[in-house]
């Protein structure tokens, strides 16, 4: 059984940093390609960033310079570091390993 769990959300400022968890069982991480999503109030799931089986990574521009992402095989687990975050980058939070999704962590960036 493929499990996903997201960790690590909170409210920030802006400008402030985050770092995301995604612990995942049932499959080993560096076998395949993991995504981050987002999906903000009002708003559809979109497409943050992924981390391949190479380990390359690849970012939406909204993110990209700002939003890195990586991974620990050891731990069986993959990250998104969040920085220079803007309230525009308030959204929840998902990890996603093919039709896998986790719960989600919420986001929220106020001051």
């Known amino acids: 059984q493929v499990q996903l769990v997201e960790s690590g959300g909170g409210v920030v400022q802006p400008g402030g940093s985050l770092k995301l968890s995604c612990a995942v069982s049932?499959?080993?991480?560096?076998?395949?390609?993991m995504g981050w999503y987002r999906q903000a109030p009002g708003n559809q799931r979109e497409w943050v960033a992924d981390?391949?089986?190479?380990?390359?990574?690849r970012y939406a521009n909204a993110v990209k310079g700002r939003f890195t992402a990586s991974r620990d095989s050891d731990k069986n687990t993959v990250y998104l570091q969040l920085n220079s975050l803007q309230p525009e980058d308030t959204a929840v939070y998902y990890c996603?390993?093919?039709?896998?999704w986790g719960q989600g962590t919420q986001v929220t960036v106020s001051s």
């Open positions: 049932g499959i080993i991480v560096s076998n395949g390609a």
């Open positions: 981390i391949l089986r190479s380990g390359g990574t």
């Open positions: 996603r390993y093919e039709h896998y």
